[in-house]
Structure formats: C-alpha cells, structure tokens
C-alpha cells in the first residue's frame, strides 16, 4: 500500500513539474514571436515611410515616363494617304502593239505628317510613287486631296500640300541631333490601314546605314518601337512630342516587325523640306573627299594607329577639302563637334548642308616629307606638335566651305 501510494506521489509530482515547465516554455516562444513579428511590421512601415510611395508601386513604375503628352501632341498631325497609280499590266511591247495597253489601278497607303498649319506634310517618296491622285485622311476622318509639291528619291523624302484653306494641327520638328541613344520615342501612324496608332519605344542606334556597299548615302535612326506595313511616311517623336524622325523602314525577314525599324533624322527632312519650297530640287553640300571608315583590319593595312574616323583616300580637286589643305591619308575624326565613328556619321551631317555652307573638320595627320611645309595652310598653325618626324598622328582642324 505504502509502495502504492508513493508511486502516486511521485507520478503527481512530475506531471506538476512537466506542466509548470510547459507553461514557461510555451510563454517563452510566444513572447519571441510576437517581438519577431513586431520587429518585422516595424520594419516594413519604416521602409514605406521612408520611401514616401509604395514599394510594390515603386518598382512597377521604374523607368516608364508618361508618354500620354507626347501622344496627344502627335496624333492629330499624323494623316493616313492612299495613293493610287496606274500601272501597265503588259509587259511586252508586242503584246502592247497587238492587244493595247492594259492597265488598271493600284492603291497604296502609308502615312504622312502635317509640319505647317497650311498643310504641309512629309511622307516618303516610295509611298506616293508613280501616284495619278494622292488623297489623306485626318484623324478626325476628313478625306482631302493632295498635291505632291517634290520629292527625292534618294532620301526617300516627299512633300505633299493638303489642297484646302483650312487650318490644321501639327507637329513642331526637333532637333534629331541632339537626340540620344536610350531615348524614349513614339512611332504614330497607320500600320494594315489602322489609323492613328502609336507605339513606344527607346533609340536603339543612330547614323544606321542599312547597306554601306550600295553607294546610297544613309544615315538612319533606329529604334525598337513596332513599325509596320503603312507606317511609312509617319511620325517618331520624342517625350515632347516634336518630330524627331520620318519613320521609312524595317528590317525583316517576314515583312512584319521584329524588333528594328529605322526614320530619316528629322534634321535631314527638315532641310530637304525648305529645298524642295526654295529650290524645287535638293541642294547637297560636299567636301569633295572619298575613302573608307576606319576600324582594325583597314588601320593594320595602312599601318595606322587610329581605327576610328574616316580616312581619305581621294581628294577631289578644287573641292572644299581641296581649298582647306586636306590630303591624301588624312583621317576626319570629327565634323562640327561630331564624332566620326562610320562613314554614315559623316554623310549624315553633310545632308544637312548646301553649297556654301561651313563646316569646322577635326582630322588628324602622320608624318609625311610634306609635314613641315603644311603646318601653316592646312592647319592654321595649330598642330600640336611641329619639328618632330615622329610618325603621329596630330590633330589639327580647319573650316571647309562645302561645295
């Protein structure tokens, strides 16, 4: 009995023990908990407040600028134009002679930008081609007709006049020089007769030439917003919404967008513009110099230290390069503040000048016998270093009237 009894004692006592230790424990780990949990929400509400925005707001919203001003400034001056053609459906000038001239209609469409009150717009060259009537269409969905005023095949740029006394909306032109590569653009036109569309995107290259061997000077912006089948002769712009570019092309295997497209700068559209209104025709400034854009391969054949500008290889006599003591072996490394890095970099400039013009030319010169006797024409004694044969090169520079 006495056995008995001890052992309920002893069983008592211990489930005492055991439950007053759970206890504690139990109240120990909730207390570390709650200072846990508390420590954390303290945290977070520190962070939000510091922030004075919302993280998850914050981090969806990085790098995304509102384009929505740009698009409003743009949209309304970006016209659809159908053009229709003739064309000769026979192909033999016998078939002609017997059967007659068959022939029929051919419509096109593409896009145009209004740049003046008067109705104005710029479109491309290859959108209003062999046209027998050019007819646009606003935002707003008035048909007008229009006159082609001129263009340039070369350039690919056209002028169109909106026959009408209205006044309409339109697009201020920026300055493409100074735009920069990460840039934010729209593309606004008419892609598959969908009028008014915009899409968005950055400045993905500038000074593109798409083939340098086709003899076909080229100087294009490329960006990676959606450009597509009637997006010709439309609008890139810039956060502002100035026109920035005349958007022309794109590079594709299938015809359709994939990820590049390209604009004339509207700095070269701009001056082909006022051409076209003053002239009738494009007055193109030359520096009457031929040659190649430097890079590893052609330097290690001329021996050359520089692998970036262009070297000349010809110089054309009587020409502005000629007159200002430029020579044969010479490198243009910058023209008016503009690094030659392409030969695009450099006709890209010129097709902004017309005979007469002044341009201030950065080149640099190797040690040649002729060296010393040059210094004063060709470089207006401004060499940088002047009795040495050491091989070079020196930089020098000196303005060229384009011819």
């Known amino acids: 009995m006495k056995s008995t009894l001890k052992i309920i004692i002893v069983s008592l006592t211990c489930s005492i023990i055991s439950i007053i230790f759970y206890s504690i424990f139990s109240n120990s780990i909730s207390t570390e908990e709650n200072e846990n949990n508390q420590a954390f929400i303290d945290y977070s509400e520190s962070f939000i407040n510091t922030s004075g925005i919302n993280s998850i707001q914050y981090s969806s919203n990085v790098g995304s600028p509102d384009l929505t001003f740009a698009a409003k400034k743009s949209i309304n001056a970006v016209v659809h134009v159908k053009n229709t053609s003739i064309v000769n459906e026979s192909d033999s000038w016998a078939l002609q002679f017997f059967y007659g001239d068959e022939s029929r209609k051919r419509v096109g469409t593409g896009s145009g930008v209004i740049i003046s009150p008067d109705g104005y717009i710029i479109t491309n060259h290859h959108v209003i081609e062999n046209s027998s009537e050019v007819i646009v269409t606003t935002n707003d969905n008035k048909e007008y007709e229009a006159i082609i005023v001129g263009s340039d095949e070369v350039t690919d740029v056209a002028v169109l006049k909106i026959d009408s006394n209205e006044?309409?909306?339109?697009?201020?032109?920026?300055?493409?020089?100074?735009?920069?590569?990460?840039?934010?653009?729209?593309?606004?036109?008419?892609?598959?007769?969908?009028?008014?569309?915009?899409?968005?995107?950055?400045?993905?290259?500038?000074?593109?030439?798409?083939?340098?061997?086709?003899?076909?000077?080229?100087?294009?912006?490329?960006?990676?917003?959606?450009?597509?089948?009637?997006?010709?002769?439309?609008?890139?712009?810039?956060?502002?919404?100035?026109?920035?570019?005349?958007?022309?092309?794109?590079?594709?295997?299938?015809?359709?967008?994939?990820?590049?497209?390209?604009?004339?700068?509207?700095?070269?559209?701009?001056?082909?513009?006022?051409?076209?209104?003053?002239?009738?025709?494009?007055?193109?400034?030359?520096?009457?110099?031929?040659?190649?854009?430097?890079?590893?391969?052609?330097?290690?054949?001329?021996?050359?230290?520089?692998?970036?500008?262009?070297?000349?290889?010809?110089?054309?006599?009587?020409?502005?390069?000629?007159?200002?003591?430029?020579?044969?072996?010479?490198?243009?490394?910058?023209?008016?503040?503009?690094?030659?890095?392409?030969?695009?970099?450099?006709?890209?400039?010129?097709?902004?000048?017309?005979?007469?013009?002044?341009?201030?030319?950065?080149?640099?010169?190797?040690?040649?016998?002729?060296?010393?006797?040059?210094?004063?024409?060709?470089?207006?004694?401004?060499?940088?270093?002047?009795?040495?044969?050491?091989?070079?090169?020196?930089?020098?520079?000196?303005?060229?009237?384009?011819?």
């Open 167 to 403: 006044k309409f909306e339109y697009i201020l032109f920026g300055d493409s020089e100074n735009s920069q590569i990460g840039e934010w653009v729209l593309a606004v036109g008419n892609p598959y007769n969908l009028n008014s569309t915009v899409t968005a995107g950055i400045i993905s290259s500038k000074s593109r030439d798409l083939n340098e061997y086709d003899q076909i000077n080229q100087s294009f912006i490329q960006t990676d917003a959606a450009v597509n089948v009637g997006n010709s002769g439309g609008a890139l712009v810039n956060i502002n919404g100035e026109l920035i570019g005349i958007n022309t092309a794109i590079q594709s295997m299938t015809g359709g967008f994939v990820g590049y497209s390209f604009a004339i700068p509207s700095d070269i559209v701009r001056k082909i513009f006022e051409d076209i209104l003053e002239y009738g025709d494009v007055q193109k400034g030359l520096l009457g110099v031929r040659g190649i854009a430097l890079k590893s391969s052609y330097s290690r054949q001329l021996n050359l230290t520089d692998t970036e500008g262009f070297y000349i290889d010809i110089i054309e006599p009587g020409f502005g390069a000629d007159l200002a003591g430029l020579k044969r072996g010479d490198i243009i490394k910058e023209i008016d503040g503009i690094k030659i890095n392409k030969f695009s970099d450099l006709s890209g400039h010129l097709s902004t000048k017309r005979p007469g013009d002044k341009v201030n030319v950065i080149y640099s010169t190797y040690c040649r016998w002729d060296f010393i006797s040059r210094l004063s024409v060709a470089c207006n004694n401004s060499f940088y270093v002047t009795y040495y044969t050491y091989p070079g090169p020196y930089y020098c520079s000196c303005s060229v009237v384009c011819s």
